[in-house]
């Protein structure tokens, strides 16, 4: 289901143009007529694959209801040169301007996560594995991220801490051991719930097999010994791979067997792409 019009983000929206605009555009409403009417055009300036051009309209929207129409020209999770035209926008030139900054801030932030992800999946594709996201988001901006690595190719991990059981290193510590750990959580889990264990050596891999964990994220290990573990776990628990994962080794990680690549780049430190507003 697309973001765009759930309460979060339109909450995220007046919250982002009252911190943008404050008081008022001083720039515009000094030089621009109120009564006054323009037309621009988003246009790429690099080549990228587009998410988020929906919220232009609810940028725009939020600032003066009716104020503007937006014609949306790519669909959402493309792939696009330089120079292609995303969208044209025309009404009131005031706020046009006003509003330029956030949709731009938005669209080229998600845009840019889309992009990260594309190239992600295109690195491991014929294997089995799938690249996933993590909890790892700018804050406010989770579902709008989520439905940038969906466009992007990739699949969603947890949206929540209320969304999966994954017990990781510290909770392991609190509790005292996986087995006690794992019997804990399928003891207070309803039967649909899956489970879920990180390990970051092999003996931990065993103990989570042995407490029936559904699935095991191996971290911050390297490509041969996440093999070993895969031949290890023989099937017997989906595997998930975690830390370190970058452009160069992803494809190693993939070949070795993981069902499941997760990375946190694509979401807290993906570059934003270059997108120009232009009017006329």
């Known amino acids: 289901m697309e973001p765009f019009g759930h309460s979060m983000i ?10 943008d605009v404050g008081r008022g555009d001083l720039t515009t409403d000094l030089l621009v007529p109120v009564a006054a009417a323009g037309s621009g ?3 790429a300036r690099e080549t990228l694959v587009v998410a988020g051009l929906p919220l232009l309209v609810r940028v725009f929207d939020t600032l003066s209801p009716g104020a503007t129409q937006v014609q949306i020209a790519i669909e959402e999770g493309e792939a696009v ?5 995303l969208a044209r926008v025309e009404g009131s030139l005031r706020v046009l301007l006003t509003g330029e900054r956030l949709a731009l801030n938005l669209v080229q932030t998600l845009s840019g996560t889309a992009s990260l992800t594309r190239r ?3 690195a491991v594709a014929g294997t089995r594995a799938l690249i996933v996201d993590t909890r790892k988001t700018l804050p406010g901006l989770r579902l709008l991220q989520k439905w940038a690595v ?3 190719g990739g699949r969603n991990h947890r949206f929540g801490l209320d969304d999966g059981i994954l017990i990781k290193d510290n909770h392991i510590a609190a509790v005292g051991s996986i087995a006690a750990a794992v019997a804990r959580a399928r003891a207070g889990a309803h039967h649909l719930l899956k489970v879920e264990v990180e390990c970051d050596r092999a003996a931990q891999v065993d103990e989570a ?9 191996l971290d911050n290990m390297t ?8 031949s290890r776990i023989a099937g017997r628990a989906k595997v998930e791979v975690s830390g370190g994962v970058t452009m160069e080794n992803v494809r190693a990680f993939a070949e070795a067997g993981a069902d499941l690549i997760s990375v ?9 792409v270059d997108i120009g507003f232009d009017l006329g």
């Open 150 to 152: 969906r466009v992007g």
């Open 120 to 122: 992600y999946v295109e």
């Open 264 to 272: 946190g780049r694509l979401t807290h430190s993906a570059p934003a």
């Open 41 to 43: 055009a988003f246009v």
């Open 10 to 19: 339109l909450d995220l929206l007046v919250r982002s143009l009252a911190e």
């Open 209 to 217: 097999l042995a407490a029936g964990a559904d699935a095991v994220l």
């Open 223 to 230: 490509p041969k010994q996440i093999a070993r573990c895969v």
């Open 81 to 85: 040169r330089e120079g292609t035209v």
